[in-house]
């Protein structure tokens, strides 16, 4: 059974950058499509960022030009850099992946907290 794993959650004080991590724990087949979400309190979960295996990204409006999504098939994971971040981007972002997006593979969330 092949799990995601993140890593790279915390603290940032407005302005600041993170990067976050999710890897595959078993083998994912070549054309693995990524996706990072992020569900804040009281809202519904959102698509932040994708990569299809093509390499071909997708970004919600407001992040582009401050996040950046990319993948290291050789390593089976998918980064996610965050830089300008403003507390709205504040929430729980979740890894995922499959044959599309959104697949049937989750992570077990990351929290970022965007505060001074």
């Known amino acids: 059974q092949v799990q995601l794993v993140e890593s790279g959650g915390g603290l940032v004080q407005p302005g600041g950058s993170l990067t976050l991590s999710c890897a595959a724990s078993?083998?994912?087949?070549?054309?693995?499509?990524w996706g990072w979400y992020r569900q804040a309190p009281g809202k519904q979960r959102e698509l932040v960022a994708s990569?299809?295996?093509?390499?071909?990204?997708t970004y919600a409006d407001s992040v582009r030009d401050r996040f950046t999504i990319s993948r290291d098939n050789a390593k089976n994971a998918v980064y996610l850099q965050m830089n300008n971040l403003k507390p709205e981007d504040t929430a729980v972002y979740y890894c995922?992946?499959?044959?599309?997006?959104?697949?049937?593979?989750w992570g077990q969330g990351t929290q970022v907290t965007v505060s001074s």
């Open positions: 995922n992946g499959g044959r599309v997006i959104p697949g049937r593979l």
């Open positions: 990569i299809l295996g093509g390499g071909s990204r």
């Open positions: 078993g083998s994912i087949f070549t054309n693995w499509a």
